[in-house]
């Protein structure tokens, strides 16, 4: 085992329950699970634009139409 990057020990290293260790400054609760959820807003962030992209090809197909 050894300590972080940031020289914090590892938290089984510490045997703290991981709130007490995520009450230490600058580590939060919810870190092992933040790069899960950075990447479902940009897959989530991607198909909005997609989507965004479609509505608007539909528009102008319409307008067209309309003429």
Known sequence: MG?????RPDLQETGKPILEVAADPGVHARTPSGGRRLAEAREKG???????MEREVCK???AVRVK
Do not use: D, M, N, T
């Open 3 to 7: 300590s972080s990057a940031r020289g």
């Open 46 to 52: 991607k198909r909005i634009r997609e989507l965004e």
């Open 60 to 62: 102008r197909s319409v």
